[in-house]
């Protein structure tokens, strides 16, 4: 088996190798806004004070974690039609990667949440502040900063892990490189050319994630910046909040 | 310590003051954490404009009680009657006690202003934000009377000029009296302190002492958990003593110091005076 240089730059600009990329992308992106949805609201229900909330909080993140992704999809996508629930593709895809991500995001919010530290609820609880004031106004803020280094890992693990769906023929960038390769049976070619855009996704994700902690990291509050003729950040200051 | 005292707190009170109606009423409280009974059949009124210290050993109770009153904590019995209100319980038709709801507590919570020992500012807020928050968002206060009323009240704390910082850039002493005004700016009808000094290095305790001092003497009523018994003299018209989860001493300062009664009391005070 030869490398050809030739079969690789055309594999790898081709329209419809380029087109597998974009669908990765944007499954990528809609399983993770969906995913992180839900897995905000189980965190919430495993942190609450009613028992049966918590039980199903908890007997869906035991289920979700406690098996592989690649099951679920092919019984979200051959199974359920059998009793009456018909799903597409897409949707099935959808579906299963974004459910599999809650129940890891929802331990990832909760852990965020807890790590607040109890003095801060005291004092909000202190200056009459009810469970949604307080965590819109003080917990969620902190929170935030010890989510967002998972959250990012999450999804580069997700662009990566889309590539499972090509099992039910959803048509992202594995499954185009499967059908480039066969084409041809210039697998190697076809194989490199498929790691080298996922590569150049979680390279780009990688550096908009530091860009991200970079961000989080710093401590509250203008600690570098002390030049007292620049004017305050009105979104620091809440003055924009009141306009 | 001594020394500090002779500066800061020179003046003791004179005599007893004219105190107004009782506005806070502890009877009979139980409080168990698990097996353990951490406070027993706990009776304790408090009168509008009263200061009241509480001392104590540590794991004597005395902060739970205080927890107890804001309803940080709840009770196993008695009830707590502050602000003319029944904290976190109501009682239904058949005379059981129930839990209040959250948003209830929060309510009743907003007329009464607790500091920590930890001061617990919001370190993701500006000083002036850590005080505007709850009147502006929670009691809907206009945003500039609410700005107008923090830089008086950081004045009257002593500090004007730092209405731009955040928590993280302030001295201990320093956060320690934003979570005074931060409590204030709810303008409660009582101030709870629990060990407002404790977290705090000596050079940095009579700062606060002192803002503490002179809400005391601007009639605010004021019960404080705290080791400080300089502030006590100056300040209190009544000092607690608790042990075992009981109030086991009850007395004006100057009784409780010159003559006290209980042998808790007087291991206490050999200790720290």
């Known amino acids: 088996m030869s490398w050809s240089w030739d079969h690789f730059m055309q594999f790898l600009f081709s329209p419809y190798m380029l087109n597998g990329v974009w669908t990765t992308i944007w499954l990528s992106i809609v399983a993770m806004v969906i995913g992180c949805s839900l897995g905000v609201m189980l965190a919430f229900m495993k942190m609450s004070k009613t028992w049966a909330l918590r039980q199903i909080a908890n007997t869906y993140i035991w289920v979700w974690r406690g098996t592989p ?5 092919v019984i979200i996508y051959t199974v359920l039609p059998k009793v009456g629930i018909k799903l597409g593709v897409v949707e099935s895809a959808i579906i299963a990667l974004s459910l599999h991500e809650a129940a890891y995001f929802a331990e990832i919010v909760r852990s965020g949440i807890t790590s607040v530290n109890k003095g801060q609820e005291d004092a909000s609880l202190a200056l009459g502040m009810t469970w949604p004031q307080r965590m819109r106004y003080v917990i969620i803020p902190q929170a935030t900063r010890v989510i967002i280094p998972p959250l990012g890992n999450q999804f580069n693990l997700m662009i990566k892990t889309t590539s499972l769906a090509s099992v039910i023929s959803m048509e992202e960038l594995f499954r185009r490189t499967q059908q480039l390769a066969q084409l041809e049976f210039k697998v190697l070619e076809a194989y490199m050319c498929a790691a080298c855009w996922y590569l150049l996704m979680t390279t780009v994700w990688g550096l908009i994630q530091q860009r991200l902690e970079a961000h989080y990291d710093r401590p509250f509050g203008p600690v570098a910046d ?11 200051t809440g003055q924009a909040a009141q306009v | 310590m001594s020394n500090m005292e002779t500066q800061v707190l020179p003046v003791a009170k004179a005599g007893p003051r004219d105190l107004g109606p009782p506005i806070v009423e502890v009877r009979n409280v139980e409080k168990r954490f698990g097996k353990v009974t951490v406070l027993k059949d706990v009776s304790l009124t408090v009168r509008t404009g009263e200061v009241v210290v509480i001392a104590g050993r540590s794991g004597s109770g005395k902060s739970t009680l205080l927890r107890c009153i804001d309803h940080l904590e709840t009770i196993e019995g008695g009830s707590i009657i502050a ?3 029944n904290m976190g319980y109501r009682q239904d038709n058949s005379g059981k006690r129930v839990q209040l709801g959250d948003r209830k507590v929060a309510k009743q919570r907003r007329q009464m202003g607790m500091v920590f020992q930890s001061f617990n500012l919001f370190p993701h807020l500006n000083v002036l934000r850590n005080i505007t928050l709850a009147p502006v968002r929670i009691m809907g206060e206009d945003p500039k009377e609410a700005e107008a009323h ?10 004007p000029d730092r209405a731009d910082a955040y928590p993280s850039q302030l001295s201990g002493g320093q956060q320690q009296r934003v979570a005074i005004a931060r409590a204030l700016a709810m303008r ?16 940095m305790i009579s700062e606060v002492l002192d803002v503490m001092i002179d809400l005391s003497r601007q009639g605010m009523t004021m019960i404080v958990v705290t080791h400080e018994m300089g502030f006590a003299r100056a300040a209190a018209d009544r000092v607690l003593m608790m042990a075992d989860g009981m109030i086991v001493e009850e007395a004006p300062p100057e009784e409780f110091f010159t003559n006290p009664q209980n042998e808790h009391s007087k291991l206490f005070l050999s200790k720290i005076l």
Request: with cysteine; charged share 25%.
């Open chain 1, 69 to 73: 992704l690649l099951v679920q999809m």
């Open chain 2, 83 to 85: 602000c003319g209100e």
């Open chain 2, 150 to 159: 923090a830089h008086a009240l950081l004045t009257r704390v002593g500090l």
């Open chain 2, 188 to 203: 409660p009808q009582v101030m709870l302190f629990d060990e407002p000094t404790s977290a705090l290095d000596p050079e």
């Open chain 1, 226 to 236: 002390t030049d007292p003729k620049k004017k305050p950040d009105p979104v620091l």
